[in-house]
């Protein structure tokens, strides 16, 4: 038996619940990343969040894009905060934090900028047929590994030092307490 194109009780495509499962994801993590109290938790939250983010990609028919969101962003960034976090400071955050204190400027500005955004994108005319430009993994390797080799290296080599610094420093401040 065939699966039907839309939810057969509620009408709607299954790529559009698709969407909104992964949207509200996505806006619910970010909500936890920023609110919650324990450190570890909110990096966990963050990386849920760019998870679902990269499935939004692929949705949109960048799959290039969602690899390098799960490549860079979970596997990379969100591993090297976390292991930041646990190398130089304890687990549970403060009982006053500094953004607390931001909560209405910050709520302000966001409804501002929400309006801002429904603005833009109801002034905007959006063409009937989006054209993409279509590039394969070969051809974003060749160019990065050809053209750019250098800038990558320099780069990869920045990186692994800032990794390394961050250690270093982490381990002397914490022999210089006992």
């Not at 994108?121 to 070969?138: D, I, Y």
């Amino acid at each position: 038996m065939p699966i039907p194109d839309t939810v057969p009780l509620l009408g709607i495509a299954w790529d559009d619940v698709l969407f909104i499962v992964l949207a509200a994801i996505v806006i619910v993590a970010g909500v936890l990343v920023v609110t919650m109290r324990d450190i570890i938790r909110c990096g966990l939250a963050m990386m849920v969040c760019f998870g679902a983010l990269a499935g939004l990609y692929v949705m949109l028919g960048a799959p290039l894009v969602a690899a390098a969101q799960v490549i860079v962003y979970i596997g990379a960034i969100s591993v090297l905060i976390l292991f930041a976090i646990m190398l130089t400071q304890s687990k549970v955050a403060p009982v006053r934090l500094v953004f607390q204190t931001q909560a209405v400027p910050a709520a302000i500005a966001a409804v501002v900028l929400a309006i801002v955004i429904a603005l833009a994108v109801s002034a905007t005319e959006w063409p009937a047929v989006a054209t993409r430009l279509w590039s394969t993994t070969n051809d974003v390797a060749r160019v990065l590994f050809d053209d750019y080799l250098l800038a990558f290296e320099v780069v990869s080599v920045l990186l692994l030092a800032a990794v390394i610094g961050g250690i270093y420093l982490a381990k002397r401040e914490g022999s210089s307490d006992s």
